[in-house]
């Protein structure tokens, strides 16, 4: 991608939108093309047509979802389908539309089967049923992906898809009813210490495994995927490692200074048992993550703490959000 290269990030504003558009920045590239959801609502047909009539970006990044952790995906089961299959449908078709020379479609690790044989390798799609609370994400993802393959079979597109495992970092969400688990813990146990409250609740049994990625990495890898990997297949985006949510939260715990009791909602979903990714077709591609996990909740904790404090950034970045 040439430096002068005009490069549309949907949705920018986002955790992973914002971590690439600081990536592009950071890296040279200069002539960037950026709609909030409000100028340019994804799902409209007729408006991201005109959009890309009026813009003709050569690149697309595309990072603009409806998002959320596990029990936001179970509640809005129809919007989590609807929404993706339309924003992704109309960024792809128009990509095609007006020749964009290749575009990024980001999906999600909880495209593989519930219970795919781990580290998960790529060729595991579709060979299993999926996890019930994230099935209409995941269908979407996997229609999203599927339709980069199709454009490319027939019509010779250059359109790649990533599959990242679960991300935090920079600008999450820290809704505790629609966030994933990493901020949501991070909140609950700092809210905890601010009030000196007696426990904090996690959500299932503690037992299921993730593996996180921070943002700045994944930021990292799909500009590496967008310089280097021009095939169909999907590419998994990962650490390689995971932990389970009751080690994840002692982390956490430590991490903010709180000194009280956990307990375990069980009448939550625990969701996949595992989805630890097999990363080794990223590391064959010459990119391997940097930001170990502690490390990388240090990080955002002290800034969001920090922002939290000095009333800086978007309630979306504060912890009290
Ligand atoms: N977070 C994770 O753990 C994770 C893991 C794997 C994959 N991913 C993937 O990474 C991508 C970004 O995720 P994220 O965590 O950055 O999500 P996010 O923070 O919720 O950001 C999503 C972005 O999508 C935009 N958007 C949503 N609906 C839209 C619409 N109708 N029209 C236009 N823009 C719309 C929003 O724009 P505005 O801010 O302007 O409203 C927002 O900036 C998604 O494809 C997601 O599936 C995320
Ligand atoms: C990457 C994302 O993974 C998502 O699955 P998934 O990791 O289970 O989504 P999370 O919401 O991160 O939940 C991960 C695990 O953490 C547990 N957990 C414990 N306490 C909490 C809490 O306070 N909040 C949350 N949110 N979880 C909590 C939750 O029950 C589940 O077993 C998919 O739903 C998305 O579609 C996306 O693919």
């Known amino acids: 991608m040439e430096l002068s290269a005009r490069i549309y990030?949907?949705?920018?504003?986002?955790?992973?939108?914002?971590?690439?558009?600081?990536?592009?920045?950071?890296?040279?590239?200069?002539?960037?093309?950026?709609?909030?959801?409000?100028?340019?609502?994804?799902r409209n047909q007729a408006a991201v047509?005109?959009?890309?009539?009026?813009?003709?970006p050569d690149y697309v990044l595309l990072a603009a979802a409806k998002v959320g952790g596990i029990v936001a995906n179970n509640t809005y089961r129809a919007d989590f389908l609807y929404d993706n299959l339309m924003i992704q449908n109309n960024?792809?078709?128009?990509?095609?539309?007006?020749?964009?020379?290749?575009?990024?479609?980001?999906?999600?690790?909880?495209?593989?089967?519930?219970?795919?044989?781990?580290?998960?390798?790529?060729?595991?799609?579709?060979?299993?049923?999926l996890e019930f609370t994230n099935e209409p994400y995941a269908l979407a993802k996997i229609a999203g992906l599927k339709l980069c393959?199709?454009?490319?079979?027939?019509?010779?597109?250059?359109?790649?898809?990533?599959?990242?495992?679960?991300?935090?970092?920079?600008?999450?969400?820290?809704?505790?009813?629609?966030?994933?688990?990493?901020?949501?813990?991070?909140?609950?146990f700092h809210e905890a210490r601010e009030r000196n409250l007696k426990a904090v609740e996690i959500w299932g049994t503690g037992t299921p495994r993730r593996e996180f990625l921070h943002v700045d990495d994944l930021a990292k890898a799909c500009l590496h995927l967008m310089v280097h990997y021009n095939e169909a297949e999907?590419?998994?985006?990962?650490?390689?490692?995971?932990?389970?949510?009751?080690d994840l939260a002692m982390l956490i715990k430590e991490v903010t200074g709180y000194t009280g009791a956990i307990?375990?909602?069980?009448?939550?979903?625990?969701?996949?048992?595992?989805?630890?990714?097999?990363?080794?077709?990223?590391?064959?591609?010459?990119?391997?993550?940097?930001?170990?996990?502690?490390?990388?909740?240090?990080?955002?904790?002290?800034?969001?703490?920090?922002?939290?404090l000095t009333r800086k950034g978007s309630t979306k970045d504060s912890i009290t959000a």
């Not at 949907?10 to 093309?33: C, D, E, F, K, P």
């Not at 593989?112 to 390798?121: R, V």
């Not at 920079?170 to 505790?176: F, K, Q, T």
């Open 9 to 42: 990030v949907a949705g920018h504003r986002g955790m992973v939108g914002s971590a690439l558009l600081r990536r592009l920045q950071q890296t040279g590239y200069h002539n960037l093309v950026v709609r909030t959801s409000q100028e340019l609502d994804l």
């Open 49 to 56: 047509e005109a959009f890309f009539s009026l813009e003709r």
């Open 91 to 129: 960024v792809i078709k128009q990509s095609h539309a007006h020749g964009v020379r290749k575009l990024l479609f980001l999906g999600s690790s909880c495209i593989y089967p519930k219970l795919a044989p781990q580290p998960i390798k790529e060729e595991y799609l579709l060979a299993g049923p």
């Open 149 to 188: 393959e199709a454009y490319r079979a027939q019509y010779g597109c250059n359109f790649i898809a990533a599959m990242p495992t679960n991300l935090y970092g920079p600008g999450d969400n820290y809704d505790l009813q629609t966030s994933h688990v990493l901020p949501a813990l991070m909140r609950k």
């Open 234 to 246: 999907p590419v998994n985006i990962g650490t390689g490692e995971d932990l389970t949510i009751k």
């Open 263 to 308: 307990y375990y909602d069980i009448s939550k979903p625990d969701g996949t048992p595992r989805k630890l990714l097999d990363v080794s077709k990223m590391q064959a591609l010459g990119w391997h993550y940097s930001i170990g996990l502690r490390e990388g909740i240090e990080s955002v904790y002290t800034s969001t703490y920090t922002q939290m």
